[in-house]
């Protein structure tokens, strides 16, 4: 297994970064995942590691080897990694055999080895080579041919895999099985992989780490959790999970209490944040309770809206202190219905300081 070391990392197009001072390590056989917004850089990091855009200055070493350097440049075919694009990128007038194998016969492998191996990984990628080798890719579907590109990106056994938001062109039922697969693959092989994509559920299903990028830099990493628990700023609050921000007017410290709109004071377990201008808590980690219930972080309000989701109902409240806060229950028999009074209560532990 192969771990990856970039630091400082640039690249301008025209007077713009594309990526800009960028600092990463990857261990060895980890899955991370680089997620953010259109033109945050992502791509460009990517196709800087697999060699197809050279960096303006910054190293990038895979396993211990210089990929990019001072005087230094890998080409692409030399770096020993496999690439799984947006575009299934498959030879459609080839058959599945033929795609899979191809990297292979580059190497010149023998042709007992690569039909083993193009077995094996049929199998794994679950294309079964008994029912799919002789089939043309361009009679495939589209998952289908996505699971041949990602049987091509692993056959030659690569030090490192790079997926360019791999499951975009798939229809929603089609990106969660795929997404299930490759989580199951990468536990069986965990060859390191570099991700990319603008879906979050993609990056938490997926990644032991997730890296958030934005204009060109990481603003925030860590595991899936931990960026859901402690988001560091608005931009990774709302690219991880999406939640209530409340604008903080007053905060006491010493009390771990923070005053929002209307007067209301909020106590805050966990105050990790410098200065504190907005109070954030999930939309799920708000409780609703009856409006004469008595407890702590309370706020009276009315349930302006309810709209069921299946296995959760969103509700909207009109809070008495001029706040509109999105609250999720999990759909059971007894929920507050529009216009009835309530109290929303904000967990000390759940709430969040940014
Ligand atoms: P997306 O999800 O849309 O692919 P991204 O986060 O992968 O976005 P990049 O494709 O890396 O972002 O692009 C980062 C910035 O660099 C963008 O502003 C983009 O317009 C610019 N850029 C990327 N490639 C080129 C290029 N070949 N020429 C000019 N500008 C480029």
Not at 31 to 44: A, D, M, N, R
Not at 128 to 135: E, Q, V
Not at 235 to 257: H, K, M, S, Y
Request: charged content about 20%; some cysteine.
């Amino acid at each position: 297994m192969t771990a990856i070391r970039i630091a400082g990392l640039n690249r301008r197009f025209g007077p713009a970064f594309a990526v800009e001072g960028l600092d990463l390590e990857i261990a060895a056989g980890e899955f991370l995942t680089l997620l953010g917004p259109s033109g945050s850089g992502k791509t460009t990091t990517l196709r800087m590691l697999a060699g197809l855009e050279r960096p303006d200055s910054g190293t990038i070493q895979v396993g211990g080897r210089v990929m990019n350097g001072p005087g230094v440049f890998v080409p692409p075919h030399k770096r020993n990694m496999g690439m799984v694009f947006q575009s299934y990128a498959v030879w459609p007038h080839r058959t599945v055999y033929q795609n899979v194998a191809f990297p292979l016969r580059v190497q010149r492998v023998s042709r007992a080895d690569e039909k083993a191996r193009v077995g094996r990984i049929l199998d794994l990628v679950e294309l079964p080579a008994s029912d799919f080798a002789d089939r043309y890719a361009s009679q495939l579907s589209g998952g289908q041919q996505q699971r041949v590109s990602l049987a091509r990106a692993l056959v030659a056994d690569p030090d490192v895999i790079l997926y360019d938001e791999p499951l975009s062109n798939l229809d929603a039922r089609l990106r969660d099985a795929m997404r299930t697969l490759l989580r199951d693959i990468h536990g069986r092989i965990r060859t390191t992989a570099l991700y990319v994509t603008h879906d979050q559920t993609e990056a938490m299903v997926l990644s032991d780490r997730v890296c958030i990028m934005q204009a060109g830099r990481i603003v925030q990493q860590g595991t899936p959790r931990a960026l859901y628990d402690n988001p560091s700023n608005m931009f990774v609050t709302e690219f991880i999970g999406g939640a209530n921000a409340l604008p903080i007017v007053e905060q006491d410290r010493a009390r771990q209490q923070v005053g929002i709109a209307g007067g209301v004071r909020i106590h805050v377990a966990n105050w990790n944040a410098g200065s504190a201008s907005r109070l954030v808590i999930r939309h799920h980690h708000v409780q609703l309770l009856p409006a004469d219930a008595t407890a702590c972080n309370a706020i009276d309000a009315t349930v302006r809206d309810a709209v069921f989701l299946g296995d959760r109902v969103r509700f909207t409240l009109q809070a008495d202190c001029g706040l509109t806060l999105i609250a999720d229950a999990v759909a059971s028999p007894g929920l507050p219905m529009p216009g009835s009074r309530i109290r929303a209560v904000l967990p000390a532990a759940l709430c969040i300081i940014i």
